[in-house]
């Protein structure tokens, strides 16, 4: 369950709270400023949304099994922190991608012709 904190009240958020929060983040780090030595261009953030994702995978590098869930927790909330930038700077409502996604595969025929 994703939450925010206001004086100590732990509230439940929505895509666009947290979309909103991420961006309140990023622009309190000056991030969004012209002259930011990190600028958040649309193909920047696909590389660091990537570059995250490896660190994902590497937490199953040699086992199967998940030795340190917090760290785990901690990478997969920088992924969705990037792919929520990436949707909101380029226009994508990410619900909606979503759930036509959802559809698109209920309509799919999985693994046909293998055995």
């Not at 969004?32 to 660091?48: E, F, G, K, M, V």
Request: proline fraction near 4%.
């Amino acid at each position: 369950m994703t939450i925010r904190r206001a004086a100590h009240i732990i509230v439940p958020m929505d895509i666009q709270e947290l979309t909103q929060a991420m961006h309140s983040f990023v622009s309190a780090q000056g991030w969004y400023a012209p002259d930011s030595p990190r600028p958040q261009t649309p193909r920047n953030l696909a590389i660091s949304l990537c570059l995250e994702a490896s660190e994902v995978l590497e937490h199953f590098q040699w086992d199967d099994r998940l030795d340190d869930a917090e760290a785990f927790s901690a990478e997969l909330a920088d992924v969705l922190l990037y792919l929520l930038q990436i949707a909101s700077l380029t226009g994508i409502d990410l619900e909606k991608a979503v759930l036509a996604k959802l559809e698109k595969n209920y309509q799919r025929k999985w693994d046909q012709g293998k055995t």
